[in-house]
Nanobody
Framework: VQLQASGGGLVQSGGSANLSCVYS????????MAWYRQTPGNERELIAG???????TYGNSVKGRFTISRDNAKDTVYLQMSSLKPEDTANYYC???????????WGKGTLVTVSS
């Protein structure tokens, strides 16, 4: 299973950006798809997650500004980011969590830089 994220880049503070992540390969029992982010010296932080049924969860730092969605037919998860702040600058990773046995797949990450 491979995850390919795209959409990162340089954005001005207050602007918007969209990330997408498509997975390929055979997956039998998907639990959730999610986006994490990480900055140097810090742990990876959960930004947003979405279940197979569409239930979403968000980290406090992005609630109200970011929206996660998924297209099961396209095996893709999206992250719409708005009102971006310099502190949103990070490498963003998509995650696919499967069940039976439980396992996490990770994409390579895409860098989002928010300039002040």
């Amino acid at each position: 299973v491979q995850l390919q994220a795209s959409g990162g880049g340089l954005v001005q503070s207050g602007g918007s950006a969209n990330l997408s992540c498509v997975y390929s390969g055979t997956v039998f029992k998907i639990n959730t798809m999610a986006w994490y982010r990480q900055t140097p010296g810090n742990e990876r932080e959960l930004i947003a997650g979405i279940s197979l049924s569409g239930r979403t969860t968000y980290g406090n730092s992005v609630k109200g500004r970011f929206t996660i969605s998924r297209d099961n037919a396209k095996d893709t998860v999206y992250l719409q980011m708005s009102s971006l702040k310099p502190e949103d600058t990070a490498n963003y990773y998509c995650n696919l969590a499967v069940l039976g046995p439980d396992y996490d797949y990770w994409g390579k990450g895409t860098l989002v830089t928010v300039s002040s």
